[in-house]
């Protein structure tokens, strides 16, 4: 066989799975990033071309790891295939050496290192500066669209901003209240009118008001606080550490290798060897599918019937060994353990050694394996334990005969009540998704591995630590993994009884397309109800846990979402109350103050201070005490007075502050819907909250609306095979996310109504998926 003859086959068989699982490799992880790019949309007020700006430079830290894999996945799965196929065989035997097979895999791993060692060389450190940068300037700059009315935003440093209501035609506010902190030092502002001046960098930012009133007081002295009324006022917010932000110099992932290469010998040890670190990591990484291309050529042909689901598993497990292997070697190299350039090129070394042991045996057409298989002493270790789980199987033997034929009689009762052809449509449907689910399941811990393994090796994290984490993140991934395995499976199922010829063997028994996928069809809208059942009881703990566990993994304190951290809050008549802290179990509170106050008139009443308050269940009454009280409504000028304790008959009782501080993924639907009537009456706007509570309904229904959209777009694809149905799937999953979350920022920003914002997406795939359904030829 002529050798450009032999590479078009091999580029042909390796191109498509490589463009395939790099599609998946980078949708599996961009999966966990939509919900931060939408929280970054909604809090942030980002526009569109932030978010694009954002996933350019997130992009090249997952490119580099998911090239060299999707390489390895691809090269693996192609020659597996050609080996299950005994295409390996027949090269062979025409003379073909491994060294012609491994030839045109080397010219295209060569050219996935080039454009590797492009993204680690440069891309990846200007994508991480850059991301710094848009972060602090994102996270410090406070947009005048970012003010809502009638929320309290405390974006701004020591800073509390409220504002009643926004001029629609003008964009000024009306009825402002600003609350600053310092040193103990309190001022509060009260102004009819305001808005917010923003110098043309962003990095001045001053707060305009007309007609208003200043309150200041001192924790030390609060008797000689005062009370003033100004016109116009300017207060410039402090943002003084965005600009210390951009003055912190560079960290070694943030150079490039030029700067790391001119940086080598400056600063302390500790830093030369964080930048030699960085640099033989960058150098390394890009020879990765050089050794990659040689072991999944030679693994790859190793096995007479291995297949592509061998070649998936194997690559599995040569990926997540070297991934391992090299951030352990940076880790000590780090730690000063081994030296600087072993640590970066000890992976690819160990590597290298075994696949050149691999090439060695498989030019010799005897595997390495196979000789250490071949010795005397395994063999009769083998058979040994073959004999002992024979001895083991036979106790079992007869309870698990008991349980078959119990087992088999449910069968035949089952078989008897459904057609043979729903069987067998449910089987072939449970063929494709369950390997598929298993696939992106493991993608994604892989990649999740990948991201903390620095924090688990940095912070001594043991590995039952780890291992927990990863399984209460089991829910989290089944909500988010299912419905798109269950696309891919769908297209895949029925795009290849479409290429086998098996419909139209259908057809012609008078079973119509519709009837093949009633089975397929109610066993998504089941899943669909499972995904309702784990999103409601399981995943709100399962989050509340796996959290905790990440931020023990990442050295972070453990956060509780059952604190009550909203330490501002509106109550009846006009009352504002500030808090440092609230136990909700005995009802007591610390460091109250009490304001009631007019913002729209900017007047301020009174104001009560306590150092304790406690609520008194048999009076029904407030207990203030060791406090003081500041009336401004007299007309003999302002009374100030001090005492040990007072009863005060406030209207709002302790359920009243009982709001939990927790995320809407943490929450199930009714807790969710009683979070939102809390912060309704409290004064907050809840748009956001709406949509995420209509949301929990509307995305268990994505199982069944992904299945609908899935058989009329496999008859749409023609003969093409499984390979474009999977290619398929993943488009129109990133396609189906990506309007989710532009749909949730819409509803979130009060564009569309919360219920639309939810459901959108799903209205408009399901009309599709039965528009096209309709166009199919039954």
């Known amino acids: 066989m002529k050798s450009p003859r032999l590479n078009r086959i091999f580029y042909r068989e390796i191109a498509g799975p490589c463009l395939i699982a790099l599609l998946i490799l980078t949708f ?6 939509f919900g931060r790019l939408a929280e970054m949309l909604i809090r942030r007020n980002a526009d569109g071309m932030t978010v694009v700006q954002i996933v350019l430079f997130i992009l090249p830290s997952v490119l580099i790891f998911s090239i060299p894999f999707a390489f ?37 791993a060569a050219v996935v290192a080039l454009i590797t060692a492009a993204f680690t060389f440069s891309l990846l450190p200007r994508g991480n500066w850059s991301l710094r940068l848009l972060s602090h300037e994102l996270g410090f700059k406070p947009l005048q669209s970012e003010i809502k009315p009638r929320v309290f935003n405390e974006q701004i440093p020591n800073t509390i901003l409220y504002v009643e209501d926004v001029d629609l035609r003008t964009s000024r506010w009306k009825g402002v209240f600003v609350h600053t902190s310092s040193n103990g030092e309190k001022r509060t502002i009260l102004a009819s009118r305001g808005d917010l001046i923003t110098s043309e960098d962003g990095r001045r930012v001053q707060l305009h008001l007309e007609d208003g009133t200043v309150y200041d ?37 943030d150079r490039t290798l030029l700067e790391l290469w001119r940086d080598r010998n400056r600063g302390s040890i500790a830093d030369r060897r964080a930048n030699g670190v960085e640099m033989y990591g960058r150098i390394s990484l890009p020879l990765a599918p050089l050794v990659f291309g040689i072991l999944a050529v030679t693994l790859g042909i190793s096995r007479a019937k291995s297949g592509r689901g061998y070649g998936f598993i194997v690559s599995i497990v040569v990926a997540f060994s070297y991934f391992v292997m090299f951030d352990m070697g940076r880790s000590l190299a780090a730690g000063g353990v081994i030296p600087v350039w072993l640590g970066g090129w000890g992976a690819d070394l160990v590597l290298a050694g075994f696949s050149g042991l691999s090439f060695y045996s498989a030019s ?26 024979s001895k083991a199987g036979g106790l079992f033997r007869g309870l698990v005969r008991s349980i078959g034929n119990r087992f088999w009689d449910v069968c035949t009762v089952c078989v008897q009540l459904t057609r043979v052809v729903d069987l067998y449509m449910l089987r072939n449907f449970l063929y494709y998704l369950v390997p598929t689910l298993f696939i992106c399941t493991s993608l994604f811990y892989l990649f999740t591995f990948f991201e903390l393994m620095d924090d688990i090796f940095r912070n001594n994290i043991a590995y039952r630590t780890v291992f927990v984490y990863f399984l209460f993140l089991i829910p989290q991934i089944l909500i988010l993994l299912v419905p798109i395995s269950i696309l891919i499976a769908t297209l895949v199922t029925f795009g290849v009884l479409d290429k086998t010829s098996q419909v139209v063997a259908f057809k012609s028994c008078g079973i119509s397309i519709y009837r093949i996928a009633v089975p397929v069809v109610l066993l998504s809208a089941m899943m669909g109800g499972g995904l309702f059942v784990l999103q409601e009881y399981v995943t709100p703990y399962a989050n509340q846990k796996q959290d905790s566990l990440r931020n023990v993994i990442k050295g972070r304190p453990a956060q509780t979402y059952y604190q009550l951290g909203r330490n501002w809050i509106f109550g009846e008549d006009n009352r504002l109350y500030n808090y440092r802290h609230f136990d909700s179990q005995n009802h007591v509170f610390a460091d109250v103050s009490v304001y009631d106050l007019d913002i729209s008139e900017n007047r301020l009443n009174w104001h009560l201070y306590a150092k304790r308050v406690r609520w008194e269940q048999g009076t029904g009454n407030w207990i203030f005490s060791q406090g003081w009280r500041r009336d401004f409504s007299g007309g003999n000028g302002p009374n100030y007075e001090t005492f040990n304790q007072k009863y005060f008959d406030f209207p709002e009782r302790p359920s009243y502050f ?6 809407s993924s943490k929450m199930t639907y009714g807790e969710l819907k009683e ?90 795939f399901s009309a599709a998926g039965l528009l096209m359904l309709s166009w199919v030829k039954t």
């Open 217 to 253: 007081t001192r924790e030390a002295t609060p008797e000689r606080d005062s009370l003033t009324r100004f016109g116009t006022q300017d207060v410039l917010l402090p943002l003084a550490e965005m600009e210390t932000a951009f003055a912190k110099p560079k960290r070694p992932k």
């Open 675 to 764: 979070y939102i009537r809390g912060l309704q009456r409290a004064g907050f706007e809840v748009d956001q909250l709406r949509t995420e509570l209509y949301r929990k309904l509307s995305f268990p229904v994505v199982s069944l609306i992904m299945t609908v959209l899935g058989i009329p777009f496999s008859f749409s694809m023609g003969r093409k095979g499984a390979l474009y149905g999977i290619a398929a799937g993943v488009v129109i999953g990133i396609f189906y996310w990506g309007m989710f979350g532009a749909f949730e920022v819409m509803g979130a920003n009060g564009l569309l109504a919360p219920v639309l914002a939810a459901w959108g997406p799903n209205i408009l």
């Open 364 to 389: 010799r057409e005897r595997l390495l394996l196979d000789r250490v298989i071949d010795n005397r002493l395994l063999s009769m270790f083998a058979r040994g334990c073959a004999r002992l789980f």
């Open 72 to 108: 390895l996945i691809g090269t693996l799965i192609g020659f597996s295939r050609l080996s299950g196929d005994s295409e390996i065989i027949a090269m062979r035997a025409s003379g073909v050496s491994v060294w012609q097979m491994l030839k045109p895999v080397l010219k295209v």
């Open 658 to 663: 009982e709001q939990e501080v927790k995320e």
């Open 28 to 33: 599996v992880v961009f999966t966990r990033e």
